[in-house]
């Protein structure tokens, strides 16, 4: 079994700061690229920015330059520091983990359950 927990989502006034965490735990060989999605809603899904084992780092357009994406090899876990918040950033955040499980070659993509990012005076 794997888990992904994240946390560190909540209100903030527009231009304000918010970090948000997540951990894998559970049976884990290796942990591959991981990334947090987000989905406003009546949206679709959608990659806000992706971070592979190495630390290369990709952000789509409309975060670049605001959102620092971050990870700990060593504890399983990956961040999300926002910074210059919008009213439209407001959506639900997803932690994603390609993870690879002991015994197994390939690696199967794990999501949390989200956490609420609501960007509002």
């Known amino acids: 079994q794997v888990q992904l927990v994240e946390s560190g989502g909540g209100l903030v006034q527009p231009g304000g700061s918010l970090r948000l965490s997540c951990v894998a735990s559970?049976?884990?060989?290796?942990?591959?690229?991981m990334g947090w999605y987000r989905q406003a809603p009546g949206k679709q899904r959608d990659l806000v920015a992706v971070?592979?084992?190495?630390?290369?780092?990709n952000y789509a357009d409309s975060v670049k330059g605001r959102f620092t994406i971050s990870r700990d090899n060593a504890k399983n876990t990956v961040s999300l520091q926002m910074n210059s918040l919008k009213p439209e950033d407001t959506a639900v955040y997803y932690c994603n983990a390609n993870i690879v499980r002991p015994g197994f070659f390939y690696g199967m993509d794990y999501w949390g359950k989200g956490t609420l990012v609501t960007v509002s005076s």
């Open positions: 559970g049976s884990i060989f290796r942990i591959n690229a």
């Open positions: 971070i592979s084992r190495d630390g290369t780092t």
